[in-house]
């Protein structure tokens, strides 16, 4: 489960911003909430709204690059392991439009929880090059707060459950060392759940090979491909089963089997983004993952995507704790029936070009005044109240936001 993400001077990014997964202390939809083993309290939904060009894409893209960082060299190391589209070349970029940043560092901070603890990583790189690392791990069946690692110009020390690993004295500076940790002690059990996070925790949509991601539509688990069959089926669609095929020029063909004439045919293109998408909605409700889809709007119709929302909030189907992340423009969804207020992000430029996020829950106008949770979100976001106008890139009324 992902709790919170912390970034710094990346692309449109200068200054500190965070996305906060935790659940506010609001009254509406309080059975739309993940309750954790320890009574914590988090979402299962997140929507990132803004303009073309306000920087909404950019604070996944960041969430994505740290966990690529982590996970690039134990793909390298793996010959059996296939993710060719996970292996392209990492490009940390600093805030592009001020001078001093370009020569400062980028800094990353991520709390996220397994089934046995909560831990914190940070991450301090500058362009390819680590320069302060650091995990903490807290353990929900003692409650205990502990550092595993930290790594500085002063050198690498290890703590805790990581006190008699051994590692090289020429360790890469521009190798992670929880990557090193996981290439060289496999079979080190708090390791193992850490990297198990980052590879199976975690799944991002649309930053990778769409046709590599169209093909492992395939569902190799039943329950993944039961659950998208029935949601196949409330749309209409009168399909009972399907196939897909890989062709030799590397296109692929979606099949289905109709209930009413039992033949099957080529779908459309319209079809297809939806067997790219469903089963990858599918695995994160049936594993409990976190999934982030950049424009998750632009792949289906607004009917599709509110019911694709409501299997997230609905804990009796969300049974795992999955989350869905997402960017979007489309409006139809952005109202009290669907979702909390902290449920909803706003991202948009600043007087210096800069991104700023900032949730609906914490939004105060001018007159400090909180957005109600009965207002009409779209229309006053439409009117530009919230200050990411959806038709102008920079902000437009920040009110104490901005303060």
Not at 187 to 207: C, P
Request: glycine share 6%; hydrophobic share 40%; net charge negative.
């Amino acid at each position: 489960m992902l709790c919170q993400f912390t970034v710094k001077n990346f692309k449109s990014i200068k200054d500190e911003m965070t996305f906060d997964m935790q659940a506010a202390a609001i009254s509406e939809h309080e059975d739309r909430v993940i309750k954790d083993e320890d009574g914590e309290l988090y979402l299962p939904v997140s929507a990132i709204y803004g303009p073309n060009g306000g920087g909404k894409s950019n604070v996944l893209e960041a969430l994505h690059i740290l966990v690529a960082k982590v996970l690039r060299p134990l793909y390298a190391t793996d010959d059996s392991n296939n993710r060719p589209f996970q292996m392209k070349k990492i490009l940390i970029e600093p805030f592009a439009f001020g001078e001093k940043e370009k020569e400062e560092p980028t800094e990353f901070e991520l709390f996220f929880r397994t089934k046995v603890a909560e831990y914190r990583y940070i991450l301090t790189v500058k362009k390819d090059i680590i320069l302060y690392e650091r995990l903490d791990r807290v353990k929900f069946d003692t409650g205990r707060r502990s550092a595993l690692f930290e790594r500085s110009e002063k050198g690498i020390e290890l703590k805790g459950a990581f006190s008699r690993l051994k590692i090289s004295d020429e360790l890469s500076d521009t190798l992670t060392l929880i990557s090193y940790l996981g290439i060289t002690h496999k079979k080190n059990e708090v390791v193992n759940d850490v990297l198990d996070w980052f590879e199976y925790g975690i799944d991002f949509l649309n930053y990778g090979n769409p046709i590599q991601e169209l093909g492992m539509a395939i569902a190799s688990s039943e329950d993944v491909k039961t659950l998208f069959l029935e949601m196949i089926q409330e749309m209409d669609l009168d399909i009972a089963n399907f196939r897909i095929e890989e062709k030799e020029d590397e296109r692929i063909e979606v099949y289905t089997k109709h209930v009413v004439d039992n033949y099957e045919f080529e779908e459309s293109s319209g079809t297809k983004k939806l067997f790219g998408l469903l089963p990858f909605i599918a695995d994160s409700l049936v594993s409990g993952t976190t999934l982030v889809i950049d424009e998750l709007d632009a792949k289906i119709h607004p009917v599709l995507l509110q019911h694709i929302i409501m299997l997230f909030n609905d804990m009796k189907i969300n049974k795992h704790g999955a989350q869905l992340i997402f960017t979007s423009h489309d409006l139809s969804t952005m109202n009290n029936d669907v979702f909390r207020r902290d449920e909803i992000w706003f991202v948009a430029k600043g007087k210096q070009q800069n991104s700023k996020l900032y949730s609906l829950v914490e939004f105060k106008n001018e007159k400090g005044e909180s957005v109600r949770k009965d207002a009409k979100f779209d229309k006053q976001y439409l009117e530009g109240k919230y200050g990411a106008d959806p038709y102008l890139r920079k902000i437009i009324d920040w009110g104490k936001v901005n303060a």
